[in-house]
């Protein structure tokens, strides 16, 4: 019988920046070691040393990197230091996933349409680090989560894909941030493998994905 080369589908490195307790991350493990699935986490970069993701990343064996803004300089010096973490990962996309500091114009420049963020609101309402508290305040019945690409401003950068929560009744800003993790858990695992398996196409403000 002759010999058939198996088909040895491409896989996309990702670089997953996380700030708190890495449970998108964990999800995003769950997945990257099916070939099909098409990323892999190579590497998870943080601002904080006892960032819980950090410890999610070792149990997988993924290196780590930690850059704390209280060692630079300055807000560009720690830009430049981030950019260099990653970019020694040669991530093909970069996900930030929890991760709770503005990534500035040093670093994107080095990634030009290759970070991902995953927000906890429907975009535009609600950006900043407070979506959930902000969204529950202002009484909204139905907010969600948003995977979007990151331009230089807060939460602004062209939407991937967004899915909506009900909020109800009784809800504190735990309870609806729990419900929203379990959505926007398996909205970044779909969008992450759909944009490094098919790619994005960015038209002004739509993005597109294959
Ligand atoms: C997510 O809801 C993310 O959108 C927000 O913080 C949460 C991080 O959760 N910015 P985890 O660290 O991935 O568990």
New binding site residues.
């Given amino acids: 019988m002759p010999h058939k080369p198996a088909v040895v589908p491409s896989t996309a490195r990702v670089v997953v920046l ?9 999800e995003l493990l769950r997945h990257h070691t099916d070939p099909a699935y098409g990323a892999r986490v190579v590497g998870v970069v943080s601002d904080r040393t006892d960032a ?2 950090l410890d999610v990343a070792r149990g997988a064996g993924v290196p780590t990197a930690v850059v704390a803004p209280a060692d630079f300089a300055d807000r560009g010096e720690w830009d430049r230091a981030m950019a260099q973490a990653v970019a020694v990962f040669d991530p093909a996309l970069v996900v930030s ?4 500091r503005i990534l500035g114009q040093p670093f994107l420049e080095r990634f030009p349409d290759k970070v991902v963020n ?3 609101a429907l975009l535009p309402s609600f950006p900043g ?1 407070h ?2 508290r902000d969204a529950l305040a202002h009484g909204v019945r139905v907010t969600g ?1 948003t995977v979007h690409l990151v331009d230089s401003g807060v939460d602004t950068g062209p939407i991937l894909a967004q899915r909506a929560v009900e909020v109800l009744d009784g809800d504190d800003e735990a309870t609806l ?1 729990e419900r ?2 379990v959505v ?2 398996a909205l970044l695992v779909d969008v992450v493998g759909r944009v490094v398996r098919d790619g994005v196409r960015v038209e002004g403000r739509r993005a597109t994905i294959g």
Avoid: D, Q, W, Y
Avoid at 18 to 26: D, F, I, P
Avoid at 97 to 100: E, I, K, L
């Fill in positions: 996380v700030s708190g307790g890495g449970s998108n991350l964990a819980g993701g996933a929890g991760f709770m995953t927000h906890p680090a979506g959930v989560c941030h929203i993790k926007e858990r």
